[in-house]
């Protein structure tokens, strides 16, 4: 065997070594790619129903919150409303309105007078 034989079989056997390696890289990553994959999904699992919770308690949640809003606006109408009524009554009325503040002014001033003569 000369010396071209006994360089061909260095080569080959740092050649098989180099596939060695290449096949084990290969076979450890592929391993880490499944590991991967099944903690994905256990993940993916656990979390799926906590979301789906998440989700059912928000809306429970904004259920009372939008009844909130509609009697909001509801109130917020009622009051608009009440407001243009008083604001038309004394436009319209404005002498009924000076009435009735003298007889509130009246009836004030006889309570205060049946105070007095019941504290003395």
Known sequence: M????????IA??????????????VFRV??????????LQIFTEDTAPLINESTRTLEL??????SFAKITKNVEEV??????????FITKNGSAVKVA??????AQLSKGRKSKKKSD
């Open 79 to 88: 009051s608009t409303k009440v407001t243009d009524v008083t604001n038309g």
């Open 61 to 66: 949640i904004n259920s009372p919150l939008e």
């Open 12 to 25: 080959a056997a740092s050649l098989f070594v180099i596939a060695v390696a290449i096949a084990y890289t």
């Open 101 to 106: 503040g003298a007889l509130l002014s009246a």
């Open 2 to 9: 000369g010396p071209g034989g006994i360089a061909t079989i």
């Open 30 to 39: 592929s391993k880490f790619i499944d590991e991967a994959r099944k903690s």
